[in-house]
């Protein structure tokens, strides 16, 4: 089946400083991926969806100044969460909807990334 | 209240056993249900899904959904302790391409 690569799996940084996720479809086209963001026993809240080619869509409440996403290619996004503070520990994950399914409206996501701001 | 509601559990249940778990969701305009299957600090990995109403078999997972109560279970038979998990619901809805996802049930199996 389809594979959604996400790296890094685990960071850890300090506050103030600013991370990068990657998020790569690794053998189809993704025209459209999506960002999540999951605390520790709640569901996935979408952040973003984030066109090839095109600015991301942010959803209500998400500051698109400090969650850069970047969609450069038809293979990946890459989500930068800038001047990081403690609160924005979390559970990030991406989706890319492969564009020959999206009839179907099957997802596949990314592995997450756990990050840790000290 | 919640686009859609889970019972988070956690839920235990004997190897063997029959598992139901459940979502109710409140926009008619979802199109498409989901169950997602999540190990811990892991990705969702899809289940199954389904677009109509009545129920959809695959293996030991069935997966029912009846729109006019806005309702949707999973069914899990001869559960495994490899079935522990949390299981999401997720409904998307194509007028905006928006997956909308419960907040899981953690589900344990016990040998």
Same mark, same amino acid.
């Given at each position: 089946?389809?594979?959604?690569?996400?790296?890094?799996?685990?960071?850890?940084?300090?506050?103030?400083?600013?991370?990068?996720?990657?998020?790569?479809?690794?053998?189809?086209?993704?025209?459209?991926?999506?960002?999540?963001?999951?605390?520790?026993?709640?569901?996935?809240?979408?952040?973003?969806?984030?066109?090839?080619?095109?600015?991301?869509?942010?959803?209500?409440?998400?500051?698109?100044?400090?969650?850069?996403?970047?969609?450069?290619?038809?293979?990946?996004?890459?989500?930068?969460?800038?001047?990081?503070?403690?609160?924005?520990?979390?559970?990030?994950?991406?989706?890319?909807?492969?564009?020959?399914?999206?009839?179907?409206?099957?997802?596949?996501?990314?592995?997450?990334?756990?990050?840790?701001?000290? | 209240?919640?686009?859609?509601?889970?019972?988070?559990?956690?839920?235990?249940?004997?190897?063997?056993?029959?598992?139901?778990?459940?979502?109710?969701? *409140?926009?008619?305009?979802?199109?498409? +249900?989901?169950?997602?299957? #999540?190990? %811990?600090?892991?990705?969702?990995? &899809?289940?199954?899904?389904?677009?109509?109403?009545?129920?959809?078999?695959?293996?030991?997972?069935?997966?029912?959904?009846?729109? *006019?109560?806005?309702?949707?279970?999973? +069914?899990?038979?001869?559960? #495994?302790? %490899?079935?522990?998990?949390?299981? &999401?619901?997720?409904?998307?809805?194509?007028?905006?391409?928006?997956?909308?996802?419960?907040?899981?049930?953690?589900?344990?199996?016990?040998?």
């Amino acid at each position: 089946g389809a594979v959604v690569s996400q790296h890094p799996s685990w960071v850890i940084c300090k506050s103030g400083t600013s991370v990068k996720i990657e998020c790569r479809s690794l053998d189809f086209q993704a025209t459209t991926m999506f960002w999540y963001r999951q605390f520790p026993k709640q569901s996935l809240m979408l952040m973003a969806t984030s066109n090839e080619g095109s600015k991301a869509t942010y959803e209500q409440g998400v500051e698109k100044d400090k969650f850069l996403i970047n969609h450069a290619s038809l293979t990946l996004s890459t989500l930068t969460v800038t001047s990081a503070h403690p609160e924005d520990s979390s559970f990030y994950i991406c989706s890319a909807r492969d564009g020959k399914l999206a009839d179907t409206g099957e997802l596949f996501f990314g592995e997450g990334s756990r990050l840790t701001v000290l | 209240q919640k686009e859609v509601e889970q019972d988070p559990g956690p839920l235990s249940v004997p190897e063997g056993a029959i598992v139901s778990l459940n979502c109710t969701y *409140s926009n008619s305009a979802f199109q498409y +249900f989901m169950w997602y299957r #999540q190990y %811990s600090r892991k990705g969702p990995e &899809l289940l199954m899904y389904t677009y109509s109403s009545g129920n959809k078999e695959d293996g030991r997972f069935t997966a029912q959904v009846d729109k *006019s109560s806005k309702y949707i279970s999973l +069914f899990i038979r001869d559960s #495994q302790p %490899s079935d522990s998990a949390t299981y &999401l619901c997720a409904i998307l809805n194509f007028g905006n391409e928006k997956l909308t996802f419960g907040t899981g049930t953690r589900l344990t199996i016990i040998p």
